[in-house]
């Protein structure tokens, strides 16, 4: 228990030591008492032996309880139980109860301090028709169970086991009801199934002899002084004969020196059962008071009887429950209520009950009782499960009759957890299979850590496994048929949680998962293909498979009601009994112990992992870690319910709140039979799979389910009309959708009709095809909330198209037949964990890149088209509508992209010009109107070289579509470099009034600059090879030279004019003018100012005065920015990239050359790709701001139709007729003889 080493001496004691005083005198603790001594050692001193185990108990329970110091308080304690009699009784009449297990169920009961076990040897139950006598008999063998029974030997040797541990076995063997084993004895009559007949004097006889069988001789097989004669629920037609055979062996049992134990049904008083009479019963006997209703608890005190509390309603356990007494014991109740004097269960109270005295002297003790009434229709139960029953009862006797009734500041919590420190296991004993373990991890192995033979344990236990005969490989251990793992334990008890990752290459049936005394699991059980196991009372199926080559997490989950097996975290199965129960019983354990003695033996089996936890994880839990859901849930739970009728506290929501421990009842129908109804709405439409009802003992017999889907319509579901009650479970409702559930409940059951109906619960499953398909149709509604394709945004297409493919073969799989729960849950697991993570897999960015098709799909729109064939165009036309479906299209793969666009390029690349010389004949003809006399000669020669030869092209049939394609060329080519002649018309008018001048009325210097550029003048009007540049700048070097002609004759200077100009610009307000512009017209006023003192000709005066003049124009105006200012100086052809100044035309009338604001002051240049810009832009205004600050707004004429620059591009001009103008902004500055030659080029 301590895992502490001990040695036994004798002599004197030393601190730490336990001392043992036996023998000594204290009469004040009794028989089992002792006094417990503690200073530096402990002493415990005790009259006999048994109170000194007791006291070692109470030493070890201490240190149990406080392993981390292992200390105990000093002082003196004195320790002795209040009650003789601490007593459990165990029927393995109806149960085999292997004698080794029988042994550590009774040594656990020393751990607790009781003193009796009574083994119940033999026993009938007529409703499963079983019987059975557990002990060797070589009087009567016809009579011993085939079975499982005691030998004589085992039996004795048990006893006297038991003797050491305080324990002393009182054996029952109970006649004359509960012994249908009898009727195997020639010569014996049964009054009926499980009855001797007592009226029978041979009856006597067999049990005489079989008494004398055991309990004479020297050493006799039953060992105590103390013999169970039975005596319970005979007939009470024949109370007379019983009370005789009562009595008879009574006074035959006392006579061997035995004490009699009986069960008390005497009756008397208030109890309305019993052999009530006239003969007379022999009172030397300890009765056990089962049923008050059966022995009037204080007539029985009156009588004289010694006394044992087995009273039902507090200490009868029957495994599964029946006949009001419960499955399992609740020891926190019974400690609030129960002691050993109280003989009042709730139980039949008013009949017989009574709470005696404290400490009565006839009461002896109490006495728990476990009967095995249903386990006799083999549902499942083991002897494991039968312990783990009395293990509650055995502590909460225990309390009660050794210590008594509790003190002030004690209560149920407090004892409840004193038990779960103490219940796990006992020394030298350990019913439960309980492994120590430091948390709830008991071990964790990883195939990887592997140290010789031993795979060690990385638990904080250090249970190292065994390993025989594995190999390794990529770290994991490979199983072959000669092969197994062992772990430190033999087994491990439930609740468990066993994990295994493994992969299996074969198997057979005789591969085993699991193996050792406690049972095996195997991976084929019986060759039948799925997962079994066997132990005793019990061989279970699981219906699954092992499938082979697959990985898998196996996980086996074993708690007090079943063994549960997932896989994948999924619960795939239940044990289920391979044989069914008998009388058409439901299973009720699937139970096992785990033997870990053989892992994993006579398997070809793949181990990665192997987890062991010492608690039966929960199926939510399991479902979290493996994100698993879609388990059946009662749909009923909570829903609206409604009834006909409802008594007081009984409710129809209790029906369906999902407790089973509150009930919907009826009005009372005091024996009249009357219908009633309770009405379900489901709140939605199901298909159902399951009804299952829960009846009160007021049940019915007969009644009707009805569907409906409105609540006003209905149609029958099912028909009952031999309704049994307890559970009533319907299946099978076909595909029919209901909303609403109605239960018209017509037949009463009970033979009283007092109660009318009542209903611990009713559960409604949704067929589980049905629900898969409703969850798949949902997520295919939910995905088609997203796009499909690789856009920002979609579902990538390949993944979309899986799911989908995926969801609609789950709709088909459950549509074709029914599903298990297993792989419903599957189904519904993989839909919600897809659509939960849906949102990981939408694209965060586009996974293509469809930019390079969009540019080339852009070129392709805007291509010219009219010289090329018609099929190559149809063909173009067609990849352009394929690239707009790929571009509109989310779902096109970047594999889509990419050939689309190679075959859109082809496409383009293809396109064929058309195989005739239209445009070659075009384009002459084009050639054909242009005029000699507005070229150059030498760009006219060369353009007429190449036109003549593209006639000859024209001219030729057998010219290929080349040598065309190539004249086309070379003629647009001359066309665009022709060049056109200088414009002479201004030159000319000035070359007329410098005709007109007579040389003697000018000075010699003035008139021989003038003649010289009036010489170059006349060159450049004679050269049909000048440039506009050329011509221009001489027709303003000859402007010039006119105007700086000076006259011959001087008069005196008139200076009116000048001064009042002068006077005129002193007087402007300063105030009214941007500040550029006065700062500049102030400039100009002193520089006129200052040159008039200098003049010394009137023609001097008069540029004085322009200049003036032009200084007004300069001024701005605060409140207007804009100006119309004319200038001049726009070429009469422009080309696209050209730059030009423009000037403004007062500049050469003011006479500012020279000045420190020369020509570059005023002029603006212009880059005529701006002016193509603008028109191409849809406007001809460009605006600029001069140095002034003046917002200067160019508006361009056009003369031509259209205009194309020698960059093919072709701007966007409105055109009404041979001129068209474009008007902007409120002053303009136009823009004279702007004119842009058409220029003709491939625009493709």
């Known amino acids: 228990m301590l895992g502490k080493e001990v040695s036994?001496?004798?002599?004197?004691?030393?601190?730490?030591?336990?001392?043992?005083?036996?023998?000594?005198?204290?009469?004040?603790?009794?028989?089992?008492g002792y006094y417990l001594n503690v200073n530096d050692f402990i002493t415990i001193t005790s009259p006999t032996m048994t109170g000194s185990l007791y006291g070692g108990i109470s030493i070890i329970q201490i240190l149990y309880q406080n392993q981390s110091n292992l200390l105990i308080p000093k002082g003196i304690a004195r320790d002795y139980p209040k009650y003789e009699v601490r007593a459990g009784m165990i029927d393995i009449g109806r149960v085999f109860i292997p004698l080794e297990y029988l042994e550590e169920m009774t040594v656990y009961m020393a751990w607790f301090k009781l003193n009796e076990v009574q083994v119940h040897l033999n026993d009938y139950w007529s409703a499963s028709n079983y019987s059975a006598f557990r002990l060797q008999s070589e009087v009567y063998p016809e009579i011993v169970a085939e079975d499982g029974y005691y030998t004589k030997d085992e039996y004795r040797d048990y006893q006297k086991k038991m003797v050491k541990y305080g324990i002393d076995v009182v054996s029952e063997i109970d006649t004359p009801y509960h012994a249908e084993s009898f009727r195997a004895i020639p010569g014996v009559k049964m009054l009926k199934k499980g009855a001797i007949d007592i009226r029978d004097e041979y009856s006597y006889t067999v049990i005489e002899n079989l008494f004398d069988e055991y309990l004479d001789g020297e050493d006799p097989v039953i060992i105590s002084d103390k013999f169970h004669i039975g005596t319970d629920e005979y007939d009470q037609n024949y109370s007379e004969d019983m009370r005789k055979w009562t009595d008879h062996f009574i006074?035959?049992?006392?006579?061997?020196?035995?004490?009699?134990?009986?069960?008390?049904?005497?009756?008397?008083?208030?109890?309305?059962?019993?052999?009530?009479?006239?003969?007379?019963?022999?009172?030397?006997?300890?009765?056990?008071?089962?049923?008050?209703?059966?022995?009037?608890?204080k007539e029985m005190y009156n009588l004289g009887y010694d006394i044992i509390n087995t009273a039902g309603g507090w200490l009868y356990i029957v495994p599964a429950g029946a006949?009001?007494?419960?499955?399992?014991?609740?020891?926190?109740?019974?400690?609030?209520?129960?002691?050993?004097?109280?003989?009042?269960?709730?139980?039949?109270?008013?009949?017989?009950?009574?709470?005696?005295?404290?400490?009565?002297?006839?009461?002896?003790?109490?006495?728990?009782?476990?009967?095995?009434?249903?386990?006799?229709?083999?549902?499942?139960?083991?002897?494991?499960d039968i312990f783990d029953r009395a293990k509650d009862a055995i502590a909460i006797v225990s309390e009660k009759t050794w210590y008594g009734e509790p003190e002030v500041g004690q209560n149920s919590d407090q004892f409840e957890q004193r038990v779960d420190s103490l219940i796990n296991r006992a020394g030298n004993s350990n019913p439960s299979r309980y492994v120590e373990s430091k948390d709830k991890l008991v071990a964790s192995y990883d195939a990887a850590n592997l140290n010789g033979d031993r795979l060690i344990d990385s638990s904080e236990n250090g249970y190292d496994a065994i390993i025989y005969g594995t190999n390794t490989e990529n770290e994991k251990l490979i199983f072959d048929k000669n092969s197994y793992m062992?772990?430190?334990?033999?087994?491990?008890?439930?609740?468990?949680?066993?994990?295994?990752?493994?992969?299996?290459?074969?198997?057979?049936?005789?591969?085993?998962?699991?193996?050792?005394?406690?049972?095996?699991?195997?991976?084929?059980?019986?060759?039948?293909?799925?997962?079994?196991?066997?132990?005793?009372?019990?061989?279970?199926?699981?219906?699954?498979?092992?499938?082979?080559?697959?990985?898998?997490?196996?996980?086996?989950?074993?708690?007090?009601?079943?063994?549960?097996?997932?896989?994948?975290?999924?619960?795939?199965?239940?044990?289920?009994?391979?044989?069914?129960?008998?009388?058409?019983?439901?299973?009720?354990?699937?139970?096992?112990?785990?033997?870990?003695?053989r892992i994993l033996e006579k398997s070809n089996v793949i181990l990665s992992e192997f987890e062991v936890y010492n608690y039966a994880m929960s199926r939510d839990e399991i479902a979290e870690k493996y994100s698993v859901s879609g388990y059946s849930e009662n749909i009923a739970k909570s829903k609206a319910i409604t009834a006909s009728s409802s008594a007081t506290n009984l409710s129809p929501e209790l029906a369906i709140d999902g407790d089973s421990t509150t009930r919907w009842g009826s009005n009372y129908k005091n024996g009249v039979e009357k219908p009633e109804w309770i009405l379900l709405d489901l709140e939605d439409e199901y298909t159902i799979s399951e009804i299952r009802i829960s009846w009160e003992s007021a049940y019915a017999s007969g009644y009707?389910?009805?569907?409906?889907?409105?609540?006003?319509?209905?149609?029958?579901?099912?028909?009952?009309?031999?309704?049994?009650?307890?559970?009533?479970?319907?299946?099978?409702?076909?595909?029919?959708?209901?909303?609403?559930?109605?239960?018209?409940?017509?037949?009463?059951?009970?033979?009283?009709?007092?109660?009318?109906?009542?209903?611990?619960?009713?559960?409604?499953?949704?067929?589980?095809?049905?629900?898969?398909?409703?969850?798949?149709?949902?997520?295919?509604?939910?995905?088609?909330?997203?796009?499909?394709?690789?856009?920002?945004?979609?579902?990538?297409?390949?993944?979309?198209?899986?799911?989908?493919?995926?969801?609609?073969?789950?709709?088909?799989?459950?549509?074709?037949?029914?599903?298990?729960?297993?792989?419903?849950?599957?189904?519904v697991s993989d839909i919600v964990n897809r659509m939960n993570a849906i949102q990981d897999y939408v694209l965060k960015e586009a996974s293509v890149d469809k930019t390079d098709l969009k540019e080339v799909y852009e070129i392709a729109l805007n291509l010219n088209l009219n010289n090329y064939t018609d099929e190559s165009i149809k063909i173009l036309n067609q990849s352009i509508a394929d690239a707009k479906n790929v571009l509109d299209n989310p779902a096109s793969n970047q594999e889509i992209i990419n050939n689309t666009l190679l075959k859109l390029n082809k496409s383009i690349d293809n396109l064929e010009l058309i195989t005739d010389k239209q445009v070659l004949s075009q384009i002459i003809s084009e050639a054909k109107q242009l005029n000699e006399k507005d070229y150059k000669p030498s760009s006219w020669t060369t353009f007429i070289e190449v036109k003549?030869?593209?006639?000859a092209v024209l001219e030729n049939d057998s010219v290929s579509q080349d040598d065309i394609d190539k004249a086309v060329s070379a003629l647009k080519e001359a066309m665009l470099n022709l060049s056109y002649k200088a414009d002479i018309t201004n030159l000319n008018k000035t070359l007329k009034i410098a005709a007109e001048l007579e040389k003697s009325n000018y000075t010699e210097a003035t008139w021989a600059s003038f003649e010289k550029k009036y010489k170059l003048a006349l060159e450049?009007?004679?050269?049909?090879?000048?440039?506009?540049?050329?011509?221009?700048?001489?027709?303003?070097?000859?402007?010039?030279?006119?105007?700086?002609?000076?006259?011959?004759?001087?008069?005196?200077?008139?200076?009116?004019?000048?001064?009042?100009?002068?006077?005129?610009?002193?007087?402007?307000?300063?105030?009214?003018?941007?500040v550029k512009s006065f700062d500049l017209f102030k400039q100009i006023l002193r520089k006129v100012e200052s040159e008039k003192i200098e003049v010394e000709t009137q023609e001097a005066?008069?540029?004085?005065?322009?200049?003036?003049?032009?200084?007004?124009?300069?001024?701005?105006?605060?409140?207007?920015?804009?100006?119309?200012?004319?200038?001049?100086?726009?070429?009469?052809?422009?080309?696209?990239?050209?730059?030009?100044?423009?000037?403004?035309?007062?500049?050469?009338?003011?006479?500012?050359?020279?000045?420190?604001?020369?020509?570059?002051?005023?002029?603006?240049?212009?880059?005529?790709?701006?002016?193509?810009?603008?028109?191409?832009?849809?406007?001809?205004?460009?605006?600029?701001?001069?140095?002034?600050?003046?917002?200067?707004?160019?508006?361009?004429?056009?003369?031509?139709?259209?205009?194309?620059?020698?960059?093919?591009?072709?701007?966007n001009l409105p055109v009404t007729g041979d001129e068209s103008y474009m008007l902007y902004g409120a002053i303009l500055l136009i823009l004279y003889g702007f004119v842009i030659r058409r220029k003709r080029v491939k625009s493709v």
């Open 948 to 951: 003549e030869i593209a006639n």
């Open 8 to 32: 036994i001496d004798s002599g004197e004691a030393h601190a730490g030591d336990i001392k043992l005083e036996v023998g000594s005198s204290i009469q004040e603790v009794g028989k089992e």
């Open 1020 to 1074: 450049f009007v004679a050269n049909p090879e000048a440039d506009q540049v050329d011509v221009d700048s001489a027709n303003e070097a000859l402007q010039v030279a006119i105007q700086n002609l000076e006259l011959v004759d001087s008069n005196e200077l008139d200076f009116t004019d000048l001064d009042i100009l002068i006077n005129k610009a002193k007087k402007i307000n300063e105030n009214d003018y941007t």
């Open 486 to 597: 062992k772990l430190p334990m033999n087994s491990i008890g439930y609740p468990y949680t066993v994990r295994m990752k493994l992969e299996f290459m074969s198997y057979d049936e005789n591969s085993v998962l699991f193996a050792g005394k406690d049972g095996t699991l195997y991976a084929n059980i019986d060759g039948s293909g799925k997962v079994g196991y066997e132990r005793l009372h019990g061989r279970f199926i699981f219906d699954y498979e092992i499938p082979l080559n697959e990985e898998i997490d196996m996980l086996f989950v074993g708690d007090d009601k079943n063994l549960n097996l997932y896989i994948n975290g999924i619960l795939t199965s239940t044990g289920k009994l391979i044989t069914d129960p008998l009388n058409n019983r439901e299973q009720q354990s699937s139970t096992f112990v785990l033997p870990l003695e």
């Open 704 to 827: 009707k389910i009805q569907g409906s889907l409105d609540g006003v319509n209905y149609f029958d579901i099912k028909t009952i009309t031999n309704g049994q009650g307890n559970l009533d479970i319907h299946k099978d409702f076909g595909t029919k959708d209901v909303r609403y559930i109605k239960f018209d409940l017509n037949t009463q059951g009970r033979a009283d009709k007092k109660y009318g109906f009542s209903i611990w619960e009713i559960q409604v499953y949704e067929n589980t095809s049905g629900e898969a398909i409703r969850v798949a149709e949902n997520a295919i509604n939910e995905m088609k909330q997203y796009t499909r394709g690789y856009e920002k945004g979609n579902l990538p297409v390949e993944l979309y198209d899986e799911w989908m493919k995926i969801f609609e073969n789950y709709i088909k799989i459950a549509d074709e037949s029914t599903l298990s729960e297993a792989k419903k849950v599957a189904i």
């Open 323 to 384: 006949a009001g007494y419960p499955d399992r014991l609740d020891i926190k109740y019974l400690y609030d209520n129960f002691e050993v004097n109280n003989y009042s269960p709730d139980r039949f109270k008013g009949k017989g009950d009574a709470i005696m005295p404290i400490a009565h002297p006839q009461t002896k003790g109490a006495e728990w009782a476990i009967w095995n009434d249903n386990t006799s229709f083999n549902i499942g139960f083991s002897e494991v």
């Open 251 to 297: 006074k035959y049992i006392n006579g061997k020196g035995k004490e009699t134990r009986i069960w008390g049904s005497l009756g008397g008083g208030t109890a309305d059962n019993g052999f009530e009479g006239e003969t007379p019963v022999s009172t030397d006997a300890t009765m056990n008071i089962w049923a008050p209703y059966w022995s009037d608890v």
């Open 1101 to 1211: 005066i008069k540029v004085l005065i322009n200049r003036l003049e032009a200084a007004f124009n300069l001024l701005i105006l605060k409140d207007n920015a804009l100006i119309d200012i004319p200038f001049k100086g726009l070429p009469d052809v422009i080309r696209v990239g050209d730059t030009f100044t423009l000037v403004p035309e007062y500049y050469d009338n003011g006479g500012y050359e020279g000045w420190e604001f020369d020509k570059t002051f005023f002029s603006v240049s212009f880059n005529s790709t701006v002016i193509f810009t603008a028109l191409k832009e849809g406007t001809t205004t460009i605006s600029y701001t001069d140095k002034l600050g003046r917002i200067q707004m160019v508006t361009v004429k056009i003369q031509a139709n259209d205009i194309v620059d020698e960059d093919n591009e072709t701007p």
